[in-house]
């Protein structure tokens, strides 16, 4: 089947602007998260959902972001007002199950902008 | 608190050569789970293996091998007889529990890999 699946895969927004990330996981899995990879960084968690609960948002910077996942399949990351700092590399990743330690698998990324 | 760190920020080998990228996860925990990672330069973060920290064998898979070390807290990465296609970021990401539920990874800041011909 078909991997984790992220669109737009380069996003230019000018400051002030508001943007949305989407996230197709694979089919079926549970779990979903997203993480912000800085250039030159390790990716650094922002947000989990378990099906469509999002039971946690701690990694989210400001009240600027917010997550959705409303029927527990695709997500959408939306910023808005874009600063220059969050120019970064958005990555979703998915995992079939609820818990557990089974392994995150990772979209291409969505690459922002921020002029 | 837990901390991984990769103390190596970039490495560069001849190919052919082999190579070891370090990490170390400083835990209060006893159970953890660990894993690795690849970011070629396409971008993709691509998993490599999932180790446990009540597992200390070894662990070979082709020219990839593993080694646990639970005294020094090290889950080292040995790449053997090295390609041009290793050349990446190697991320080693322990297993966080986030205080809401599930869990989340948590990624050291990498090791930089150039393999040359």
């Known amino acids: 089947g078909a991997g984790v699946s992220q669109s737009p895969r380069y996003k230019v927004a000018k400051r002030g602007q508001d943007v949305a990330l989407r996230c197709d996981p694979i089919?079926?899995?549970?779990?979903l998260f997203w993480y912000q990879q800085a250039l030159g960084q390790g990716p650094e968690f922002l947000t989990y959902?378990?099906?469509?609960?999002?039971?946690?948002k701690s990694g989210l910077p400001s009240d600027r972001f917010f997550a959705e996942r409303p029927e527990g399949s695709v997500s959408t990351l939306k910023i808005q007002r874009t600063q220059q700092e969050d120019s970064a590399v958005y990555l979703c990743?998915?995992?079939?199950?609820?818990?557990?330690?089974?392994?995150?698998?990772f979209g291409p990324g969505t690459r922002l902008t921020v002029l | 608190a837990q901390k991984v760190t990769q103390a190596q920020t970039e490495i560069s080998v001849v190919e052919k050569e082999d190579v070891t990228l370090d990490c170390v996860y400083e835990t209060r925990d006893t159970t953890y789970y660990l894993f690795w990672y690849k970011q070629p330069p396409s971008g993709e973060l691509v998993f490599l293996i999932r180790r446990n920290s009540f597992d200390e064998q070894n662990e070979i898979s082709g020219r990839y091998s593993w080694n646990f070390q639970k005294s020094t807290s090290s889950f080292n990465f040995t790449i053997t007889a090295s390609q041009v296609v290793d050349s990446a970021v190697y991320f080693c990401?322990?297993?966080?529990?986030?205080?809401?539920?599930?869990?989340?990874?948590?990624f050291g800041t990498g090791t930089q890999l150039k393999v040359e011909l």
């Open positions: 990401a322990p297993v966080v529990i986030l205080t809401g539920g599930g869990n989340k990874l948590t």
């Open positions: 959902f378990q099906n469509e609960a999002q039971l946690d």
């Open positions: 089919s079926g899995h549970v779990s």
């Open positions: 990743a998915s995992r079939g199950t609820a818990g557990g330690t089974d392994t995150q698998y």
